[in-house]
């Protein structure tokens, strides 16, 4: 019997979506959890009358969730075979409901932190989750960084079992031999190198140019490393320090890393560009390159200061950045990135295949009088005022990216540390005509819209990690769990649905939101308010508390 399938997405388990997995787009939009019960978020279901069942045709194995164990409520859940206590479990994501979870620990005078793996949901009004291991007391500092780091990334594991594979065979070469200049340009230390910049000078004046990025695709895509890359999805930071990457250490900081000094298989972007000219429309090639030196922003200008007066002008002429802002070596990186991503988007798009990143357009947001000449305010609103980022297919009828002012954009960069971009390398290779191309793993991977889906999730999972993590260290640092701080409204919460205020706090240079009801208070108001971490909240969109000062 033919059953539609729908990827079932949600943000709190309330309000629900119904997605169709063979097109992406939403077919039906429900309200309540009665209708899903039964099933989880990230589930592929079918439709029986008004209710969701779990697909026959596609087995679910939801990643481990990090939450709470509430062992201080008075009332338990039953007993497990062994005659352990089940309580409460509530995730820290609130897309998902409260689970049921034995725990033997004998101190009920703290809540837990812990990893749990879905059981089942046959019965009862909660599903049933297996106690992984407990992180530490809720409330603790370091035990709370530790669950948001996992939250991040749930299925990372210290050290994977991957085997190595075997090498590939060596592409057409940059080679210094025949006069080319490469290096990449990286914070200090860094050792998941994924990009390359090249260039060679012509007889003519002009340059031939060359922006790589680590070919590790073939590397993993015939390795379980590929399946395991699926489902950590990204890398996770903190304060600019891996402390998740999505591959092991021996594939993101060596074999795939392009380590100054060695060959290494690239996918490069390659165009001819003559000093005081746009760049030509280039073309993708599979290469092999030897990079010559690593450089870091802040030594290169004075290390190798005749190629960073060759890059700051093909900056320059890019035309991304002003020519001011080309003096900059991050904005050499970034002008670099944007026209790789830029034109990888386009081959992904007219192949109808891959993963793009689009943006919608930014909401209105009032910058009071008094702020007008903060620069600050002004260029953080820049970037975030806009809705955030997110990945769409290749077919979408919505792809553009509003603050690249592109029609199509994606992830293709960082191959190392993004699914996303390893994933479009594949496509890549596939429009270059490899024998072993993506199409020969679509069968161990997720329906293209369920894979966006399960990104997305990392993303944003990814960004609240930074977040939380930020105001964690906040309130630990301060000494105290009640701190203060000040900010100004620069939006009302009238037309608000969750009556939140954004505030512009520039000791941070952040934008907070402020759930109030008090709808008085007006756009430009200088605002003294406090914040408090409340541990017996279930996930962090409600734990961390802002009140105005008492």
């Not at 940059?174 to 200090?188: F, K, L, Q, R, V």
């Amino acid at each position: 019997m033919y059953r539609p399938a729908y990827l079932l997405t949600t943000k709190n388990y309330m309000h629900f979506s119904l997605v169709d997995i063979s097109t992406g787009e939403t077919a039906h939009t429900f309200e309540g959890a009665a209708k899903a019960k039964g099933c989880l978020p990230g589930q592929i279901v079918y439709l029986e009358g008004e209710q969701c069942k779990p697909h026959p045709e596609h087995p679910f194995s939801p990643p481990p969730l990090v939450g709470v164990i509430h062992l201080r409520s008075r009332t338990i859940y039953g007993m497990t075979a062994r005659n352990v206590p089940i309580y409460l479990f509530y995730p820290l994501d609130s897309s998902y409901p409260p689970f049921r979870v034995g725990c033997s620990e004998r101190d009920r005078s703290h809540n837990r932190l812990a990893i749990v793996y879905y059981d089942n949901w046959r019965d009862g009004e909660f599903p049933r989750a297996n106690l992984d291991r407990v992180i530490g007391t809720a409330g603790a500092i370091p035990s709370e960084i530790l669950a948001l780091e996992a939250a991040a990334s749930p299925s990372w594991r210290e050290k994977p079992h991957i085997p190595l594979p075997t090498g590939t065979e060596p592409a057409a070469a940059i080679d210094p031999a025949d006069g080319w200049w490469t290096a990449n340009i990286d914070p200090e230390g860094c050792r998941d190198i994924d990009d390359t910049i090249s260039y060679k000078s012509c007889p003519d004046g002009s340059y031939e140019v060359a922006i790589s990025i680590a070919n590790v695709y073939e590397q993993i895509a015939t390795t379980p490393l590929w399946s395991y890359a699926q489902r950590t999805a990204q890398t996770v930071y903190d304060d600019g320090r891996a402390v998740r990457p999505m591959l092991p250490p021996q594939y993101s900081e060596d074999r795939c890393s392009l380590l100054p000094g060695q060959w290494r298989d690239v996918v490069s972007y390659m165009f001819t560009w003559r000093p005081g000219s746009a760049p030509t429309e280039g073309v993708f090639k599979r290469a092999c390159l030897f990079n010559q030196q690593s450089y870091s922003y802040d030594t290169i200008r004075a290390l190798a200061p005749e190629p960073s007066a060759i890059l700051e002008r093909l900056t320059a002429d890019i035309g991304l950045c002003s020519s001011e802002e080309a003096e900059d070596p991050h904005k050499w990186v970034e002008s670099f990135m944007l026209i790789y991503n830029r034109s990888a988007a386009a081959v992904l798009k007219a192949a109808g295949d891959g993963i793009l990143r689009r943006q919608a357009k930014p909401a209105d947001v009032v910058i009071p009088a008094d702020l007008e000449g903060d620069r600050e305010l002004a260029s953080f609103i820049e970037r975030t005022a806009a809705a955030p980022g997110e990945y769409c297919m290749a077919t979408a009828e919505q792809t553009e990216h509003h603050s690249l002012a592109t029609t199509a954009y994606c992830h293709a960069s960082s191959p190392i540390r993004r699914f996303a971009d390893l994933y479009n390398q594949g496509v890549l290779l596939k429009a270059l005509g490899h024998e072993e191309s993506i199409e020969h793993l679509k069968p161990s991977t997720p329906p293209l819209p369920v894979l966006i889906n399960t990104l997305n999730v990392h993303s944003k999972g990814c960004k609240r990690f930074e977040r939380d993590a930020f105001f964690l260290r906040w309130l630990d640092g301060e000494g105290s769990r009640i701190n203060r701080f000040s900010g100004t409204v620069i939006s009302d919460n009238s037309a608000h649905p969750e009556k939140k205020l954004r505030i512009w706090v520039p000791a941070w240079k952040r934008i907070v939101s402020w759930r109030t009801t008090d709808t008085t208070i007006q756009i430009g108001a200088h605002l003294d308010l406090e914040m408090y971490l409340d541990i017996s909240q279930p996930n962090w969109k409600n734990r961390l508390v802002i009140r105005k000062c008492q």
